[in-house]
């Protein structure tokens, strides 16, 4: 159970949040005097959808007739108590508060039931109702649902913040184009591309570029061995050519130096990177979602970017002896994404961004790839590409900044609707995101700028 110090802070957090506030009750404080003081504050916060002042509590606490009780220095050691309140991640108290309330309350639900129980003379006669007064206080007294959200008002300006859209650059400008300035939580972006055409080694770029922008990073492989995708990270990080790599890093004394090395050069400090495999099939979404949440608690640190490679290849928990491909791709995409989405009659309605990845043997011996933007649900850049070179030798994707975003509608668009300059003509570059959120990687099964039936999915996304 939580210290009285950790009560106190429970205390102001719970009166600050409408949502907790109107199902917590004073008695669920095991202390007698935080519970007085609650049901006063309480009063007041629910009538003017604000806790009271240090002055008003004061106030209060006059008016009840409870001054000599509750004189000012414990009013303000109270109240001393809230300033360290922004002390807390924001994101601890929202899920410890909640589960806190539901433990207290269900605690005195079960006591309520067993004095029940020992105050009550059962017989043959009543034993049916015994019973069902105990299940009514088990069941109805102990659902405390958080769930509920009533939504925002379009008229309080504070709702058109976009605070839960902020983005995570991606480290690519065009890409950041595409998503409107990099990842936001909640959203899923999709990779696809034919077999063999790039899906692990654009993940392991994305991976890369993530961790040196200082983003703690979960890599979950579904195809490749963890020693392959620490290979091909490491050969980009590193600066160590791929064709050595195997049997530079059996001295461990270089590695260390080169590690070194890195995070010493790096402008920013790097992230973490955590590499996973889980053999074919194997892994479920809720097996996804449970392995990363004991590995942050094991590892001590919460992963800002998680990339999966790839979807197809994973198992579907939902329905796991299924044949259907396009069932389990679609069920996997919408289990990937963590927040609410709209219902989806296939992945194309799942996904927020989809790229296709583009290449052929000519264009591998160009070391050339072009990423293309199929659909979009935050800009309009459907259906433009940018042109992007690899560096086999190290296994490094980069952008061609001397390449103008491609706009493949422009023709029609000028004929149909006069348009006179393409997209891409004339674009800021350079657009970074500013603060963390989670990546995830995936794959598709159609792609038509390719020629083959068979198409793997790898994507991006945030929860």
Not at 72 to 79: A, E, G, V
Not at 115 to 143: G, S
Not at 261 to 280: A, D, M, N, R, Y
Not at 322 to 342: A, G, P, R, W
Request: charged share 25%; proline share 3%; aromatic share 12%.
């Amino acid at each position: 159970m939580i210290s009285a110090y950790q009560e106190q802070i429970f205390y102001h957090y719970i009166l600050d949040n409408q949502l907790f506030l109107s199902t917590t009750r004073s008695e669920l404080f095991t202390n007698s005097n935080l519970r007085e003081l609650f049901d006063i504050a309480k009063e007041h916060a629910l009538r003017y959808k604000s806790p009271p002042t240090k002055d008003q509590m004061s106030e209060l606490v006059r008016i009840k007739g409870l001054g000599e009780k509750y004189n000012d220095d414990i009013i303000t050691s109270l109240y001393n108590t809230k300033q360290l309140l922004s002390n807390y991640d924001s994101s601890w108290l929202e899920e410890n508060v909640g589960p806190w309330i539901q433990v207290r309350n269900l605690d005195m639900v079960i006591r309520k039931a067993i004095a029940y129980m020992k105050t009550t003379k059962v017989t043959a006669e009543n034993a049916a109702e015994v019973v069902e007064t105990v299940r009514h206080m088990l069941i109805t007294e102990t659902v405390i649902d958080f769930s509920f959200h009533l939504g925002k008002d379009f008229f309080d300006p504070a709702s058109h913040l976009q605070t839960r859209l902020a983005r995570t650059s991606t480290g690519y400008d065009y890409i950041d184009l595409c998503l409107k300035g990099g990842y936001w939580k909640g959203s899923l972006i999709v990779f696809l591309s034919g077999p063999k055409f790039g899906k692990s080694l654009w993940m392991c770029n994305l991976a890369a570029r993530s961790v040196q922008m200082g983003y703690n990073c979960a890599y979950i492989t579904f195809e490749l061995q963890e020693e392959i995708v620490n290979m091909r990270i490491g050969s980009n990080l590193l600066n160590i050519s791929n064709d050595i790599y195997e049997e530079k890093v059996k001295d461990q004394d270089f590695m260390k130096r080169k590690m070194t090395e890195f995070k010493q050069s790096s402008v920013i400090p790097l992230g973490k990177l955590h590499v996973k495999e889980f053999p074919s099939s194997t892994c479920s979404t809720n097996d996804l979602r449970t392995y990363l949440k004991k590995a942050e608690e094991i590892l001590g640190y919460k992963f800002d970017n998680i990339f999966v490679d790839y979807i197809n290849i994973m198992k579907n928990w939902r329905n796991p002896n299924t044949e259907n491909t396009y069932m389990k791709i679609k069920q996997n995409s919408e289990d990937l994404v963590l927040t609410n989405t709209s219902e989806s009659s296939a992945l194309l309605h799942t996904v927020d961004v989809y790229f296709a990845i583009i290449t052929s043997p000519e264009m591998k011996a160009r070391s050339e790839y072009f990423l293309k933007n199929l659909a979009n649900r935050v800009t309009g850049y459907e259906n433009t590409r940018k042109r992007y070179t690899v560096d086999w030798k190290y296994f490094r994707i980069e952008e061609d900044k001397n390449s103008q975003i491609q706009d493949m509608d422009f023709f029609i668009n000028r004929a149909v609707a006069g348009h006179q300059h393409p997209r891409g003509t004339n674009l800021q570059t350079n657009i970074r995101g500013t603060q963390t959120d989670i990546a995830m990687i995936i794959g598709s099964n159609q792609n038509p700028e390719f020629p083959e039936t068979s198409i793997d999915i790898s994507g991006t996304g945030l929860f």
